[in-house]
């Protein structure tokens, strides 16, 4: 079905013309609207605007160029009980504004009402208390990536922009935390040298913190509230927010891919910084409240499926087509490689908020040759009813896989039956993904994200500690899955120590070695903590920000992490395009080789058997996965104590050598084993092993005879 085409929005947003600037605002239910221009001493211009039949206010402004601030006053009914909040009072924020400049004074007069009375008019004037939108002249797009990678060989890192370099030694103080010191050499060495293909960077739209934050004297430092969807985040750029911002965030672009890094936004089309129907006015609910949100059925009240007090409204044509025009925008003037979508249920909500996977954005961007080859990844659930849609949304799209989370966190701490599951997980989690137009690259597993411990946090606490937020310790999640190994938060134990790091590297290994698309979180390979705080959103501080202060004993669980990145890289074995389903292996002669793309191993010589699966108290599992050219047998031992196990022999391999383990140096043989050999494997240790196999028939066969004959 061929989605509706989406209405002309040429003339939104600020255009710099030969003479000018043209301004154009959709208001598709104000009377009037006048076009405000301000000078740096906030002194305002008014220019009247006019209006044609879709609702579109424009006006060009001879003279007027680049730096130019502005807003606009929207005029007409104020009946908030009824769903029209026009209040001219209320400088507002052009929502296609191509920069923001200034901060919200929570202490001046932000509301479109009274304070404590949400049925009165507030007519005092905000300008002076809020954000002003900035006319920017065009700027050629950042160097292009040499090539953007399938997801299959792609390893994704989560990052803050600020925290990564707000710490880091090597890069100059002047440009810690923004994008320049994004794009500094030694943070772009760092990532190629660990193996990273794309960085997912927390909101860089800009966004403002929102009142009950302030009012603790803290501020969102997360992101996930946007104001703007078209401006890059202005206090992130080294100097000057009227234009500046833009310039700097195409610089870190371009550094990152001239490095071979695809840049992924995380983007929150799902709410904005405006709050519930008691936030501030700052835009789309002084423009037109109705027509931006979604609202109950009485026209008051904010239906809000985010947790965020607000829902934008995707079912509204105009809406839909600002989103799109969003994304095109950082796609072919920002140069942007992907889009991570927050909460992404509430964007295929449909008129009545009920969720529609057939949604017409969703048919829009798939039409739509602008991304054609951009990543697009969702966070598939929103609070609101039906809103968890995991494995639901179909070709085309990537989705955080918390079942992959929540799984490998309790086999890692020894709260799971068995190894059913963790094999369905390890193997791209089919019973989710396998579906028409679908690959197991489809889910992105994670362990860790920015919400939730980190992964030394992960096995070094019980429970959270969030005191520093301000909330009674009552904010962030009480089902983190953890295990603090015998003790709460740091201990001078090495024995403790040890094994908190090995776990790490368990759980690393396990989200690098099964299919799909991996995710990491910046630091996590060198155990960065945030001292058990779960729910960091409010922390710009050392709570949040990456320690580059890296002990020796993390620094070799980092060097661990980047020989594994290696190998998955190396190795296509680990990035099949296909699900894979006990699919016997063919040699490039099409001769039957008697081995297959992927099977479990029991450690006793053979695969799992009907016995060894329905076995709940079996924490060792082989994952064996090969093609035509390579073969590799992995092991996860979730439990205690050492396992003696058996290698398999023929077809699966000849001979077998660990090439990575989470043991210490030493713990593991560092010699060709052969087929049938006894192995003991640590207890709470991964082993990847590379099998030798043939490659041919006639080798195979070689071999058997080799072995039957008893021949090395």
């Known amino acids: 079905m061929t989605p509706a085409p989406l209405p002309a929005t040429d003339a939104l947003g600020a255009t710099i013309t030969g003479t000018g600037t043209r301004f154009g605002l959709w208001a598709p239910r104000a009377a009037r609207v006048e076009l405000a221009l301000v000078d740096s001493r906030n002194r305002e211009r008014r220019v009247p605007m006019e209006v ?157 913190s929102e009142p009950f934050i302030a009012e603790k004297g803290l501020r969102n430092y997360w992101g996930y509230n946007t104001l703007g969807f078209f401006a890059p985040h202005a206090l992130y750029a080294t100097r000057g927010t009227v234009g500046r911002q833009v310039d700097e965030f195409k610089q870190m672009v371009s550094a990152l891919h001239e490095a071979g890094i695809e840049v992924i936004l995380d983007v929150v089309y799902n709410h904005t910084a405006e709050g519930g129907s008691d936030g501030p006015t700052l835009s789309m609910r002084g423009i037109d409240d109705a027509a931006y949100y979604r609202l109950t059925d009485n026209g008051r009240d904010d239906y809000d499926v985010t947790g965020c007090g607000n829902s934008l409204d995707t079912s509204t044509p105009m809406v839909r087509a600002m989103v799109l025009d969003s994304m095109r925008y950082w796609v072919t003037e920002m140069g942007v490689d992907g889009f991570r979508f927050d909460l992404a249920t509430t964007l295929v909500r449909n008129r009545k908020h009920h969720v529609d996977q057939h949604h017409a954005i969703k048919r829009l961007i798939s039409a739509d040759p602008t991304f054609d080859d951009i990543k697009i990844i969702v966070e598939p659930w929103d609070i609101g009813p039906f809103g968890y849609q995991v494995g639901a949304w179909g070709a085309g799209w990537h989705e955080w896989n918390d079942r992959f989370r929540d799984l490998v966190r309790d086999y890692w701490r020894g709260a799971v039956h068995g190894v059913q599951e963790l094999a369905t997980r390890l193997a791209g989690s089919p019973d989710l993904f396998d579906a028409p137009g679908r690959c197991p690259q489809s889910s992105i597993n994670f362990i860790t994200a920015h919400d939730g411990f980190t992964m030394r946090d992960l096995v070094s606490y019980d429970v959270k500690h969030n005191l520093a937020n301000g909330e009674s310790n009552r904010d962030g999640t009480d089902n983190n899955r953890s295990w603090n190994h015998g003790w709460e938060g740091e201990t001078p134990d090495e024995e403790i120590n040890a094994v908190r790091r090995r776990q790490v590297l368990n759980l690393m290994a396990t989200q690098l070695l099964a299919i799909g698309t991996p995710m990491l979180t910046a630091g996590d390979e060198f155990g960065r903590t945030q001292q058990g705080n779960n729910n960091a959103y409010c922390q710009d501080s050392p709570i949040s920000w990456v320690d580059w202060n890296i002990s020796p004993e993390w620094r070799r669980v980092h060097d661990k992490v980047r020989s594994l990145i290696a190998i998955r890289q190396a190795y296509s074995v680990f990035q099949p395009t296909d699900f894979a389903y006990h699919n016997e292996i063919l040699s490039p002669q099409g001769e039957n080789l008697h081995r297959v793309d992927m099977t479990w191993m029991n450690g006793k010589g053979g695969q799992m058997t009907e016995i060894d699966w329905h076995d709940g108290s079996r924490r060792l599992l082989g994952m064996y996965v090969s093609n035509e050219h390579e073969a590799f047998l992995t092991w996860f031992n979730s439990g205690a104590h050492d396992v003696r196990l058996q290698l398999p022999e023929l077809p699966w391999g000849r001979s077998y050598r660990v090439v990575w383990h989470s043991g210490d140096d030493g713990e593991l043989p560092d010699v060709l084993l052969p087929a049938g050999a006894k192995l003991t494997l640590p207890g709470r240790t991964v082993a990847v092993m590379r099998a030798e196999v043939p490659t041919s028939s006639l080798e195979l066969l070689t071999w058997e005879r080799e072995a039957s004959a008893g021949e090395p």
Request: net charge negative; aromatic share 8%; no cysteine.
């Open 52 to 208: 044609d039949g879709n609702g579109v206010w424009t006006v060009e402004v001879p003279g007027v160029g680049a730096e130019q601030l502005y807003g606009y006053r929207v005029f007409g009914t104020w009946n908030p009980n009824g769903g029209d909040r026009f209040n001219p009072h209320q400088l507002l924020l052009d929502p296609y504004a191509r920069a923001i400049s200034g901060g919200v004074d929570f202490r001046g007069p932000i509301r479109d009402h009274v304070p404590g009375h949400p049925g009165t008019m507030s007519t005092l004037d905000s300008l002076g208390s809020v954000p002003l939108s900035v006319v920017v002249a065009g700027t050629p797009a950042p160097t292009p990536v040499a090539q953007r990678r399938d997801l299959s060989q792609t390893i994704i890192y989560e990052t803050h922009l600020r925290g990564f370099t707000k710490l880091h030694p090597q890069v100059p103080h002047e440009l810690r935390g923004t994008y320049l010191g994004m794009a500094h050499p030694s943070v772009i060495d760092y990532l190629v040298d660990l193996g990273i293909t794309a960085v997912e960077f927390l909101p860089l739209h800009h966004f403002v």
